[in-house]
């Protein structure tokens, strides 16, 4: 088998409390994904799937702690520290920030603010920076001279086109997005998801998209994997997860979310996730799963693989019942 071009290996993220005490926001994540691939990273907030990608960019704060391995091309880019991250991050493996469209400063056209990184990692200089941003708007479907205008002259969907861009400035391998549609309207949503799928498909990117509306990700990504308190809990193929989710947590999940069809119920789950400063016994989604019996409650699920790359934490599985 190939190596993968992304693989996390039991990542696993603590913060410090200021109160005292440690959270345990993710708790063994592992992932591999192919060039050209999409995988979505879905749940309610608070589940880990923001946390996950900021620990993949070596960017979470002093108070988090990290363990375990992100290869990139096989070679693991966590191990060196910030020091070994740094030629990593932007040339390698890039990120769309959650309300990354808001982030352009007002004082600086768009054009210099996407050459700005180039210049940072020396992947381009001068006016060959800016030429790049130039191709690099044209190629998210921006005219190429919107290049001189400042942010406040671009709509909404225009900046976050924009913001896909800069992430791409220093031609990285992996982009993570980290819910790259909120604050959009229902079309211009459509139309950004539909320019990562292209950028996928036309770069040989590895997309990550982080999203809490599992139907989304169906735009990008030909798999997913659905987590919740911090683990993953249902991954396999969209399709399958949609048609038959395994796991009691993905099918509230797709019933409840509206999705960018506006299907689903738009109902919330009935309940809340455990608190991760807290360890509990048996299976996270126990106190809110209408399926669980007393071996749910006292005996933590395992990951059975379901079908070919489906894989499922969940003591239903086998079971009958
Ligand atoms: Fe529900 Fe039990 Fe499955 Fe957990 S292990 S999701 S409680 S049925």
Redesign the pocket.
């Given at each position: 088998m190939n190596t993968p071009l992304l693989e996390t290996r039991d990542l696993h993220v603590w913060f410090d409390l200021e109160r005292g005490g440690r959270a345990h926001a993710l708790r063994g994540l592992d992932l591999t994904l192919a060039a050209g691939e999409g995988l979505g990273l879905v749940g309610e907030s608070g589940c880990g799937k923001t946390t996950a990608i900021l620990a993949m960019m070596g960017l979470l704060p002093p108070s988090a702690t990290v363990s375990g391995e992100v290869r990139i091309a096989g070679q693991d880019i966590l191990a060196g520290g910030e020091a070994g991250m740094r030629p990593h991050r932007w040339t390698d493996i890039a990120m769309v920030f959650q309300g990354a469209m808001n982030a352009f400063s007002p004082v600086a056209t768009i054009g210099e603010q996407i050459a700005e990184p180039m210049r940072l990692h020396r992947v381009a200089e001068g006016k060959a920076a800016i030429r790049r941003a130039r191709e690099l708007l044209e190629l998210v479907g921006i005219h190429p001279d919107r290049a001189d205008r400042y942010p406040h002259q671009f709509s909404g969907g225009m900046r976050q086109r924009a913001a896909i861009a800069m992430a791409l400035a220093c031609r990285p391998k992996v982009l993570l997005a980290d819910e790259p549609t909120t604050a959009l309207d229902v079309i211009v949503q459509a139309q950004v998801l539909d320019l990562l799928d292209r950028l996928r498909r036309e770069l040989d990117l590895a997309v990550v998209l982080v999203t809490h509306d599992l139907p989304v990700v169906s735009y990008v990504c030909g798999r997913a994997a659905v987590m919740y308190a911090g683990r993953v809990?249902e991954s396999g193929p969209v399709d399958a997860l949609t048609s038959t989710p395994s796991?009691?947590?993905t099918g509230a999940l797709f019933a409840a979310a509206p999705d960018i069809d506006q299907t689903g119920t738009g109902a919330s789950i009935a309940g809340a996730p455990p608190r991760l400063d807290e360890e509990w016994c048996?299976?996270s989604?126990?106190p809110r799963?209408g399926?669980?019996?007393a071996?749910?409650r006292t005996e933590t699920?395992l990951p059975v693989t379901v079908a070919t790359g489906r894989i499922t934490?969940?003591?239903?599985i086998g079971e009958g019942?």
């Amino acid at each position: 088998m190939n190596t993968p071009l992304l693989e996390t290996r039991d990542l696993h993220v603590w913060f410090d409390l200021e109160r005292g005490g440690r959270a345990h926001a993710l708790r063994g994540l592992d992932l591999t994904l192919a060039a050209g691939e999409g995988l979505g990273l879905v749940g309610e907030s608070g589940c880990g799937k923001t946390t996950a990608i900021l620990a993949m960019m070596g960017l979470l704060p002093p108070s988090a702690t990290v363990s375990g391995e992100v290869r990139i091309a096989g070679q693991d880019i966590l191990a060196g520290g910030e020091a070994g991250m740094r030629p990593h991050r932007w040339t390698d493996i890039a990120m769309v920030f959650q309300g990354a469209m808001n982030a352009f400063s007002p004082v600086a056209t768009i054009g210099e603010q996407i050459a700005e990184p180039m210049r940072l990692h020396r992947v381009a200089e001068g006016k060959a920076a800016i030429r790049r941003a130039r191709e690099l708007l044209e190629l998210v479907g921006i005219h190429p001279d919107r290049a001189d205008r400042y942010p406040h002259q671009f709509s909404g969907g225009m900046r976050q086109r924009a913001a896909i861009a800069m992430a791409l400035a220093c031609r990285p391998k992996v982009l993570l997005a980290d819910e790259p549609t909120t604050a959009l309207d229902v079309i211009v949503q459509a139309q950004v998801l539909d320019l990562l799928d292209r950028l996928r498909r036309e770069l040989d990117l590895a997309v990550v998209l982080v999203t809490h509306d599992l139907p989304v990700v169906s735009y990008v990504c030909g798999r997913a994997a659905v987590m919740y308190a911090g683990r993953v809990v249902e991954s396999g193929p969209v399709d399958a997860l949609t048609s038959t989710p395994s796991h009691p947590y993905t099918g509230a999940l797709f019933a409840a979310a509206p999705d960018i069809d506006q299907t689903g119920t738009g109902a919330s789950i009935a309940g809340a996730p455990p608190r991760l400063d807290e360890e509990w016994c048996g299976c996270s989604f126990a106190p809110r799963c209408g399926r669980a019996d007393a071996r749910c409650r006292t005996e933590t699920p395992l990951p059975v693989t379901v079908a070919t790359g489906r894989i499922t934490e969940c003591h239903l599985i086998g079971e009958g019942r």
